[in-house]
Structure formats: C-alpha cells, structure tokens
C-alpha cells in the first residue's frame, strides 16, 4: 500500500490512528471514495483527507475476500460497521471551524465597477437592480481602503458588474493608486470580453496585475448572439469576443470560459464545446467548464422537473467529456489542509465592494445585504452573521460523501436544494481532482 495523503493536521494528532479492533466486521466509511487507476485502487476520504493506493493484489484481496490492511484502518478509511460516521464529521469540522485562524486583514476583494452592462442576457441574476456606476472619488477611497485594510499582505482582486469594463476607468485608478504605495496585488475579471481590444488586454495584464479572466458562452454565433442580446446593433458579438479570446491568451492572462447549460442550448453547447476545442487547440493557458443553469431561483430560468434535469445533466456530461478528451478541463486540485470548506461569504477576508461604496459579503447581492460602507471601519456584526447562517440538513446528508466538503448557506438560494445528479456531477468532478493529485504524486517521487 502507498500512503499518498496522510490525516491533514490538526486531526493527525487529535484523532491519531485509528485503533484496530479484532472483532470488529469493518466496512467503508461514508466520506471514503474508491477511484481505480492503472496502478490499482485509489482511496480517498473527503472528511480527514487521507489517501491510500492499495496495489492490484491489495485491492483484489479487499475485493474477493474483504482483507483489510491495517493502514486502512489506521486512516479512517474503513470503520467499525456499527460506526456512526455523521457524528464524527460533525465533530471534526466544527474543531475546525473552531481552529481556523483569525485574519484581521482584508485581502480579498470583489469590486463592482459598475451595476450595468452591455449585454441583456434573460437569465442574468442581476436584471432589476438599479444601475450605478463607480466614480473617480470613490475608486480613490476603495484603493485607500484596501491600502488600510491589507495588513501588508498581497490582495486578490476581481473585478465584476455588469460588465466590469463598462467602466474600466475606476480599475485603472485602483490600481494605479496601489502601485504608488507599493501594495502587492493580482487581479481576475468576470466579463463577456465584448469590450476588450489589444490596448486593453496590454493593460489588463501589465498594469492591473491580471492573471486571469472567466467569459461565458451560451452557444455557437446565432444562439450566443440572440442570448446577450448586446445592446450594439448589427455587430457580430460572438466573433469579437472569440477574437479577443484569443488576444488575451496571447497576452498570458488564463481564460477561463464558461458554459451556461439550460434547456434552450444544451444540444448547441455540444457544437459550441466542439467548436471551442477545435479553434483554441494547443492553447494552454484555456480552460472551459460548464454550469447548468437550472434551479428555482434563476430569474427566467427555466422551472426543472426530474426528467427534465436528467437530461440537462446527460447533456452536461456529453460536453464535459469533450472538454476532457481535449484537456480543457478545469479540474482543480483536493484542498488537503483545509477541513473546512470556505465560501468568500464566510470568509472574515473577503468582502465586496459595490459602486456606491457600500460593502457586500457575496457577489450574488448586489443591492442588498450590505455590511458596511468604505467610509467606516466597523462592520455591522449580525448582518456579517446572517451571511454564515447554514440550513437545515437535508435526508440526503446522512449518507453523502460529500457533506464535509458541503456549505449549505441560508442566503445562497443555490443550496435550498440537493438533487442525486448534482451530486454525481460533483462525484465525477472529485474523482477527476483525485486522479490529477495522484499523477502529481507520482511525478514528485519519480
């Protein structure tokens, strides 16, 4: 057996191996995943994040016989049969929640230039808020706040709208605002990259310190032209915004492009998927990812019913396995020190800034749900607790692999519910990050 992860501290020494109890019939425990690889069986536990690889005789043994090694039992792998597995996770991530270091500085930080945008896309989340632009004044006084509240440490910057370069003129006077107090930053954009040019992505990647972008896409020309719904008359969108796709790769800021799958284009995203890999094959610094745009709460979106989601997700599965072939996947790597899965809500570093200069906890409000304001430093204190309020616990909790790994927010209308095929999405995508982490290890021991 090959140990490849052991129990992430602090939980090595505060559970420390598992005893062995010889009479104990011993089973799977429920956050333990089993990924075969061409080297034998890959075992992965989402909650204390070990990982072993039993050799093929190893795992045929388990297989034919149930013979268990004892590291697995030593690592949590497997657990007595009468074991309960919830309460031991309940116990961990609350110690972890309760060891998570306090961060007095503020290093991450969504800026809102704008509340507007160039695109009228029917599904966007954002459609009826007021709109408001960011002036020069108080892009001065967000610098000067970030300068305030960084702690000497680097910041992470995304800039998001509207469209964010619908006033690009706030982004260069932050920045250049924290280059002359010698303030370490990078920064990422969401945009549709309607409005980039050469000038712009030179710009983006030398004097706003952007290393990355993420663009959606809803469809090969006809469809991505009707869905944006750019407000430029007789403009062919989708090819500028491949143009610039390009100008920006070759600029080296990594673009990230993002599928919105909902049941008007799931069929043209294959085609678009296809397409993608075709023209930017070679390139390394893309990736693609799809998102369904399926849920209750997704203003004009479509109202999903079992059968209808089914096949959203076959067809989702259809386009990520193009992806895959063509290695744009964006497969991310296992977060092996961190128990606790954070969410930029709940994150004490992480805020966001709207236009106006009031700030937010999540990029999804816009308009509401607001902390503070630039112009003080106190937050208010229960509107930063409402952001970390969970939900109750679904039936489907008890038994998911994946409810360490879980935030279920009260104010993320996203997580009201939990169907089986999320969670095989979720399944797949694990599994693909498991795989990349242990060809990692490989090569590191070669």
């Not at 678009?272 to 930017?280: G, H, I, K």
């Not at 076959?314 to 992806?323: F, R, S």
């Not at 895959?324 to 994150?347: E, I, R, W, Y």
Request: glycine content about 6%; hydrophobic content about 35%.
């Amino acid at each position: 057996m090959v140990q490849i992860y052991p129990i992430a501290p602090p939980f090595d020494k505060l559970l420390g191996a598992q005893p062995d109890d010889c009479n104990a019939s011993w089973r799977p425990m429920v956050y333990t995943l089993h990924i075969p690889t061409e080297d034998g069986l890959l075992l992965y536990n989402t909650l204390i994040k070990s990982m072993v690889l039993l050799e093929p005789q190893e795992s045929e043994a388990l297989s034919a016989t149930g013979t268990l090694s004892i590291e697995l039992i030593k690592n949590w792998l497997y657990v007595p049969e009468e074991f309960d597995d919830k309460t031991l996770a309940n116990q961990v991530l609350d110690i972890s929640r309760e060891l998570l270091p306090t961060n007095p500085n503020i290093t991450s930080y969504t800026v809102f230039t704008t509340t507007d945008c160039n695109a009228r896309c029917f599904y966007c989340y954002e459609k009826g808020i007021a709109k408001k632009r960011m002036n020069a004044q108080t892009a001065h006084s967000v610098a000067s706040y970030m300068m305030h509240h960084a702690g000497g440490k680097k910041l992470k910057i995304q800039w998001f709208g509207g469209e964010p370069l619908y006033n690009k003129e706030v982004i260069s006077i932050i920045c250049k605002d924290l280059k002359a107090a010698g303030v370490s930053f990078v920064s990422g954009m969401i945009s549709n990259a309607y409005l980039f040019d050469e000038a712009t992505a030179k710009e983006a990647r030398n004097d706003w310190n952007m290393t990355g972008i993420q663009i959606t896409l809803d469809g090969t020309e006809e469809v991505y032209n009707r869905a944006k719904s750019y407000i430029y008359p007789g403009v062919n969108a989708y090819r500028r915004v491949m143009d610039n796709i390009r100008i920006l790769l070759g600029t080296g800021i990594q673009v990230k492009i993002r599928l919105n799958v909902d049941s008007y284009n799931a069929d043209n995203l294959i085609a678009l998927t296809e397409e993608l890999c075709q023209e930017f094959k070679g390139e390394s610094g893309l990736c693609i990812y799809s998102h369904p745009l399926m849920g209750e709460h997704l203003r004009n979106a479509a109202i999903y019913n079992d059968e209808k989601r089914e096949l959203l997700y076959q067809k989702k599965a259809q386009i990520q396995k193009i992806i895959d072939v063509a290695g744009f996947s964006d497969t991310k790597p296992l977060q092996h020190l961190t128990l606790v899965k954070q969410c930029m809500a709940v994150n004490d570093g992480s805020i966001t800034i709207l236009p106006d200069g009031n700030i937010g906890k999540c990029e999804h409000y816009g308009d509401s749900g607001f902390i503070g304001h630039i112009s003080k430093d106190e937050f208010d204190k229960e509107a930063v607790l409402s952001y970390k309020k969970t939900r109750p616990e679904l039936d489907a909790c008890q038994t998911c692999p994946f409810y360490p790994t879980c935030i279920r927010l009260e104010k993320c209308d996203f997580m009201e519910t939990c169907y089986p095929e999320m969670r095989d999405d979720f399944m797949a995508e694990t599994k693909k990050s498991v795989l990349a982490d242990y060809q990692a290890f490989k090569r590191m021991e070669r």
